[in-house]
């Protein structure tokens, strides 16, 4: 029952930054492995409350209005075909090679938001032509893929894309960031399901949690708007960068 308490808590918590600025799996995934979960396990475990969590949150933006419900008809099923070649092609990556590149690639968006004071301040939007929706489609294809087969930062890349690309503030980009990391996620749950890696026992009980950290974090998101989720983007960028430079100095 402790167990249970312990890895409820922390899906609160990851649910929660998860919901405002991305990286909640670097809170969520250790408790799971910390609580003596096996690491294919842990991570189907995880999933499988994640996406609770990111559906949660998704539908939160969207009831707000800070979903852009026309490019993500185009943007959702790029991030699912990018998924699935993503899921396929884990076994045949340099998985170091790809955690340095990540980790330059996240630094270095972690340091541009900090030090560009008006990125993701004003909505900047302004419709999508054709050269930023292929732009928008080459993102969600290739962070489908990624999040198909690693993971880490796919939320702080997406964020930080639909930024750059469509001119959104935080929490637009956020938004639409949650409902692309929600297709992602789902096509991972149904191959960790497919292979009967997920724990039920703590997959139901931290669903709930993260559920309600979810709606929460959404809700301060909402309220507080980018004065509060800049901060925490950066943090988050940063802390995914410090988790991967562990892990390569580990191995």
Same mark, same amino acid.
Request: hydrophobic content about 55%.
């Given at each position: 029952?402790?167990?249970?308490?312990?890895?409820?808590?922390?899906?609160?918590?990851? %649910?929660?930054?998860?919901?405002?600025?991305?990286?909640?799996?670097? =809170?969520? =995934?250790?408790?799971?492995?910390? %609580?003596?979960?096996?690491?294919? !396990? %842990?991570?189907?475990?995880?999933? !499988?409350?994640?996406?609770?969590?990111?559906?949660?949150?998704?539908?939160?933006?969207?009831?707000?209005?800070?979903?852009?419900? &026309?490019?993500?008809?185009?943007?959702?099923?790029?991030?699912?075909?990018?998924? *699935?070649?993503?899921?396929?092609?884990?076994?045949?990556?340099?998985?170091?090679?790809?955690?340095?590149?990540?980790?330059?690639?996240? =630094?270095?968006?972690?340091?541009?938001?900090?030090?560009?004071?008006?990125?993701?301040?004003?909505?900047?939007?302004?419709?999508?032509? &054709?050269?930023?929706?292929?732009?928008?489609?080459?993102? %969600?294809?290739?962070?489908?893929?990624?999040?198909? !087969?690693?993971?880490?930062?796919?939320?702080?890349?997406?964020?930080?894309?639909?930024?750059?690309?469509?001119?959104?503030?935080?929490?637009?980009?956020?938004?639409?960031?949650?409902?692309?990391? !929600?297709?992602?996620?789902?096509?991972?749950?149904?191959?960790?399901?497919?292979?009967?890696?997920?724990?039920? &026992?703590?997959?139901?009980?931290?669903?709930?949690?993260?559920? *309600?950290?979810?709606?929460?974090?959404?809700?301060?998101?909402?309220?507080?708007?980018?004065?509060?989720?800049?901060? =925490?983007?950066?943090?988050?960028?940063?802390?995914?960068? *410090?988790?991967?430079?562990?892990?390569? *100095?580990?191995?």
């Amino acid at each position: 029952m402790l167990t249970i308490m312990g890895l409820c808590l922390a899906g609160f918590v990851a %649910a929660f930054v998860d919901s405002i600025a991305g990286g909640g799996g670097l =809170i969520s =995934i250790p408790a799971f492995l910390l %609580a003596g979960v096996p690491p294919h !396990f %842990a991570l189907g475990t995880n999933k !499988f409350a994640a996406t609770a969590a990111s559906l949660t949150s998704s539908i939160k933006y969207a009831r707000s209005a800070k979903i852009n419900r &026309r490019l993500l008809l185009y943007l959702a099923p790029l991030t699912l075909v990018g998924a *699935v070649l993503g899921v396929k092609t884990v076994v045949r990556l340099d998985q170091q090679l790809l955690q340095t590149l990540v980790l330059v690639m996240i =630094i270095g968006v972690g340091a541009y938001s900090l030090f560009s004071r008006q990125m993701g301040l004003a909505d900047r939007f302004r419709g999508i032509d &054709r050269p930023k929706l292929l732009w928008g489609m080459l993102l %969600a294809l290739g962070l489908g893929f990624y999040d198909g !087969f690693f993971g880490p930062g796919t939320g702080s890349f997406l964020i930080f894309g639909l930024i750059g690309i469509y001119g959104f503030d935080f929490i637009n980009a956020g938004g639409n960031a949650r409902v692309l990391n !929600f297709v992602s996620n789902v096509t991972s749950l149904v191959l960790f399901a497919w292979l009967g890696k997920i724990d039920y &026992r703590y997959g139901v009980p931290v669903a709930l949690a993260m559920m *309600v950290g979810a709606q929460l974090g959404t809700m301060l998101a909402l309220q507080k708007g980018v004065k509060l989720i800049k901060p =925490i983007f950066v943090a988050m960028s940063l802390a995914v960068a *410090v988790k991967i430079l562990w892990g390569l *100095v580990q191995s």
